[in-house]
Nanobody, 116 residues
Framework: VQLQASGGGLVQAGGSLRLSCAAS????????MGWYRQAPGKQRELVAT???????NYADSVRGRFTISGDNAKNAWNLQMNSLKPEDTAVYYC???????????WGQGTQVTVSS
C-alpha cells in the first residue's frame, strides 16, 4: 500500500486547511485510515481515524474543529481542519492499517503551520 498526502500549508490562526490522502496498491486490505501529527520535539500523536464503515475517532484536542471523511470510491480520505490554532502546527502524516495482516502504512508528511 502506498499513501500520498497533500494539502498542507501556512494559515493564520482561525483559518482552515484540508488535507487529503490517496491510497494505491493492496487497498482491499485496509480497515482503518487516519491522520497523525508530530510537532517539533514531540512524539507523533493521533489526530483522527475513520473505518471503512465510517466510524470516526478524534483526539480531544481537535474534536469539534477537525473532521475526517472517507471516499471509498477514490480510495482516499480527508481531514478538514477548521479554527486552526498555533498549537496545531506540525507535520501531518496519513496512516492506514490492516487488521488482518497487522500491517501499518504511512504516507510522507505534509507540513501544517498556523501563525498567530
Amino acid at each position: 500500500v502506498q499513501l500520498q498526502a497533500s494539502g498542507g500549508g501556512l494559515v493564520q490562526a482561525g483559518g482552515s486547511l484540508r488535507l487529503s490522502c490517496a491510497a494505491s496498491g493492496s487497498i482491499f486490505s485496509i480497515d482503518l485510515m487516519g491522520w497523525y501529527r508530530q510537532a517539533p520535539g514531540k512524539q507523533r500523536e493521533l489526530v483522527a481515524t475513520i473505518t471503512r464503515s465510517g466510524n470516526t475517532n478524534y483526539a480531544d484536542s481537535v474534536r469539534g474543529r477537525f473532521t475526517i471523511s472517507g471516499d471509498n470510491a477514490k480510495n482516499a480520505w480527508n481531514l478538514q481542519m477548521n479554527s486552526l490554532k498555533p498549537e496545531d502546527t506540525a507535520v501531518y502524516y496519513c496512516n492506514a492499517n490492516s487488521w488482518r495482516t497487522q500491517r501499518s502504512y504511512w504516507g510522507q508528511g505534509t507540513q501544517v503551520t498556523v501563525s498567530s
